[in-house]
Each structure stands twice: as structure tokens, then as C-alpha cells.
């Protein structure tokens, strides 16, 4: 956290320093950098998550294949298929 209070002070020192006609720009940058930072998040959030649905459909299917279910059986309350 002293980290972010430092890297924080050093942004408020260089916006102090920056010429008031820089502000828009540099409010855009920072804009882009968020929005960049949300994207990468996100995308991590996406991957983990297809992850853990990978590995939960392969310990299904080695389980599947250890009770000898049949491929693409779907019914499986015990009476005939329709």
C-alpha cells in the first residue's frame, strides 16, 4: 500500500506541473490506460474461468469413462429413451 501512496503522490506532483492545456490530454491518457487495465482483468477473469470449466468437464468425463457410461448418453433417469 506505500507503494500506491507513493506512486499516487508522484502522479498529483506531476499533474501539478503540467500545464493546464495538457489536462484534457492527459486525462485521455490516463482514460486509455484504465480501460486498458479493465480489458487485461477481465480477460484474465475470462481465462481462469474457462479453465476451471476445462478441468471440470475432464474430471466428468474420466469419471464417465470409469462407470462405463456410454458417449452422449444423456438420460439418466433410468427408464427408455424416447
Known amino acids: 500500500m506505500a507503494k500506491y501512496n507513493y506512486t499516487n503522490n508522484k502522479v ?4 501539478d506541473k ?5 489536462w484534457d ?3 485521455a491518457i490516463i482514460q486509455k490506460g484504465q480501460l486498458v ?8 477473469l475470462n481465462t481462469a474461468d474457462r479453465t476451471a470449466r476445462t478441468i ?5 468425463m474420466r469419471q464417465a469413462s ?3 457410461i456410454p458417449k452422449g448418453h444423456a438420460d ?3 427408464g ?3
Open 76 to 78: 439418466h433417469s433410468g
Open 56 to 60: 471440470s468437464m475432464a474430471v466428468v
Open 80 to 82: 427408455p429413451s424416447l
Open 37 to 44: 487495465a479493465k480489458t487485461s482483468v477481465q480477460l484474465a
Open 12 to 15: 498529483n506532483d506531476f499533474i
Open 25 to 27: 490530454s492527459f486525462k
Open 66 to 68: 470409469w462407470l462405463g
Open 18 to 22: 503540467l500545464p493546464e492545456s495538457s
